[in-house]
């Protein structure tokens, strides 16, 4: 027995499970970030003052080019929903 979405509801389906299947994606690039947080906390005063720093700015780093590719991967998302609605 197989169950079928009604056509007008195809595009919203598709954009929620894209959304949580890439949302996954993201959650593992931020899950590193934190990583590298708590590494550089608890080396906080065995390892030199630059290579904290430098573990800081790659945390921070990676922490915002994983929010501006989160931020372009929704807004594809809406826009492949947008285009999605209007062609039915």
């Known amino acids: 027995m197989s169950f ?3 056509k007008n509801l195809k595009p919203i389906v598709d954009f ?3 959304v949580c ?3 996954i994606g993201f959650l ?4 590193a970030a934190v990583i590298i947080s708590v590494i550089v906390k608890a080396c906080d005063g ?3 003052g630059w290579v904290e720093t ?3 700015y790659a945390e921070m ?5 994983d929010l501006i590719c989160f931020g372009l991967f929704i807004l594809s998302e809406a826009i ?3 285009r999605g609605l209007w062609s039915e």
């Open 4 to 6: 079928e979405f009604p």
């Open 16 to 18: 929620a499970i894209h």
């Open 21 to 23: 299947v890439g949302s």
């Open 28 to 31: 593992i690039v931020f899950g």
């Open 46 to 48: 065995i390892v030199p």
């Open 54 to 56: 430098t573990g800081e």
């Open 61 to 65: 780093a990676l922490f915002g080019i």
């Open 80 to 82: 492949r929903l947008v």
